[in-house]
């Protein structure tokens, strides 16, 4: 979801607007996506490297976070919609942590979209967090160095239990993947949207799965 900041400069607003915007965006996203059959959809939200940004700014998004979570869950909820949060929590305040849980366990049981978002997230620090697991796992003597393959190994990232995205969609004509799902985009489908984020709607969603479908996958082998 990229180019909150942009959207809000080219209208000469602060970019607390342009995320107040993003945030209906989100809404669109999902919308779009259960339009779609869509089962699984992943929002990168905020990565490990957002924390960089200043003070005021993370203030601003963690607490569209939490009004989201409030208002937003009972609706979720309503609708079928299982959500959670993959990334690293430890880096979140307790009252961000606190509203999560509360939101992943009334919603677990939710069958219509898995609605992921991924915050505090970084994909190198995942897979590394993985490894870290399975030598865990290992020194305990409940795997041995052979036994790790990759079913195994994922079974090790936040990830766990998820199919692998078949598409990715970045927006604001930035063509990068920024240390998102990484291991899991082995064989996405890459979609690059000009537009800010902001301006996602449905028709945006439809439009690049009906560009998905036109993609011929090999996953390497010939025709
Ligand atoms: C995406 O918009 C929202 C977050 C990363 C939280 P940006 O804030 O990255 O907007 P740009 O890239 O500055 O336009
Ligand atoms: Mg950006």
């Known amino acids: 979801m990229d180019g909150n900041g942009r959207w809000a400069r080219a209208r000469g607003l602060p970019r607390t607007v342009g995320h107040n915007s993003g945030a209906e965006a989100v809404r669109r996203a999902v919308k779009g996506a259960i339009s779609c059959g869509v089962e699984y959809l992943t929002l990168f939200g905020f990565s490990s490297e957002n924390w960089k940004r200043p003070l005021a700014e993370i203030d601003d998004l963690m607490g569209l976070l939490k009004l989201y979570l409030r208002r937003e869950i009972e609706e979720l909820h309503q609708n079928g919609i299982r959500m959670q949060v993959i990334g690293d929590r430890s880096r979140l ?59 195994r190994f994922e079974r090790f990232l936040f990830t766990a239990g998820m199919p692998d995205p078949d598409l990715l969609i970045r927006t604001s004509g930035e063509k990068r993947i920024s240390n998102f799902l990484l291991w899991q985009c082995a064989y996405a489908e890459f979609v690059f949207l000009e537009k800010h984020w902001p301006d996602f709607g449905q028709e945006d969603m439809k439009a690049a799965i009906a560009e998905f479908h036109g993609r011929n996958r090999r996953y390497g082998a010939t025709e």
Request: net charge negative; no cysteine.
């Open 93 to 151: 305040g307790p009252d961000v942590v606190a509203l999560i849980e509360a939101a992943e366990t009334k919603t677990a049981a939710n069958k219509k979209l898995t609605l992921t978002i991924a915050l505090s997230y970084g994909s190198r620090a995942e897979i590394v967090e993985a490894a870290r697991r399975a030598a865990e796992a290992v020194a305990r003597g409940e795997l041995t160095p052979d036994q790790i393959d990759e079913t």
